[in-house]
């Protein structure tokens, strides 16, 4: 079936330095991959999405590129501060039928920044 | 915007009994999903609903879960019997549609002794 995979499963950064989060995807029609930050006891949500039809978007300290050739999808953030430390999880859109997807996790990355 | 409400936010019970949770998603929002999140891992789609019919319940153990979405808004997910490998964060979320912007809940935890 459809799979999402991620790496690294931890990442420890120090403070003020870049953090990289790679993602695979196993379905070739997928077009949409959002990713979610989950702080400790708190739900996720999201901080970034790409659609298909481009390969990079940038949000402030965080970028996302995708590359369709590959199935590959990857989370930067520069500049760490110590607010980023949390579990960052990569998702990919999966078609169910013409008007349904449903959306596939990865296992998730823990980022701590050390000071 | 009022967000996603799930109930009860934490619940105990031992192997065997029945339990059930609630979730009402945000208003206007076709799509709803229910999700279980083991310690340590990332969320797991058990069931989503368009509207009032289930589109994919693929990972939904059907022995043991059932969930419904009656008149398209709020949805019930139970579990009968309770197995203690049941124990995990049950997370509800709900989108315009399945491709947008997902937005959880707070989520219910539940231990099974």
């Known amino acids: 079936g459809e799979n999402v995979e991620q790496h690294p499963s931890t990442l420890s950064v120090q403070e003020g330095d870049s953090a990289v989060i790679k993602c695979t995807y196993s379905?070739?029609?997928?077009?949409?991959f959002p990713w979610y930050k989950q702080e400790l006891g708190k739900r996720p949500q999201l901080i970034i999405d790409?659609?298909?039809?481009?390969g990079e978007k940038k949000d402030q300290r965080i970028a996302v590129t995708l590359n369709k050739t590959a199935k590959h999808f990857s989370l930067h953030i520069t500049e760490t501060q110590p607010e980023d430390s949390a579990v960052y999880f990569c998702?990919?859109?999966?078609?169910?039928?013409?008007?349904?997807?449903?959306?596939?996790f990865g296992s998730g990355t823990r980022l701590s920044i050390r000071p | 915007e009022a967000g996603v409400a799930q109930s009860p936010r934490y619940k105990i019970i031992e192997k065997r009994q029945s339990v059930a949770f609630w979730c009402n998603p945000i208003?206007?929002?076709?799509?709803l999903y229910w999700y279980q999140q083991i310690l340590g891992q990332g969320p797991k789609l058990l069931i989503q609903?368009?509207?009032?019919?289930?589109?994919?319940d693929s990972q939904l153990p059907k022995d043991r879960f059932s969930a419904e979405r009656l008149k398209g808004v709020d949805s019930t997910l139970k579990i009968q019997p309770a197995k203690l490998e049941d124990s995990a964060v049950y997370l509800c979320?709900?989108?315009?549609?399945?491709?947008?912007?997902?937005?959880f809940g707070p989520g219910t935890r539940l231990t099974v002794l």
């Open positions: 979320a709900s989108s315009l549609k399945g491709d947008n912007e997902q937005f």
């Open positions: 379905d070739s029609a997928s077009n949409y």
């Open positions: 790409i659609r298909s039809n481009v």
């Open positions: 998702a990919a859109s999966s078609k169910l039928y013409s008007s349904a997807s449903k959306i596939i």
């Open positions: 208003s206007g929002h076709a799509t």
């Open positions: 609903f368009q509207n009032n019919g289930v589109v994919d």
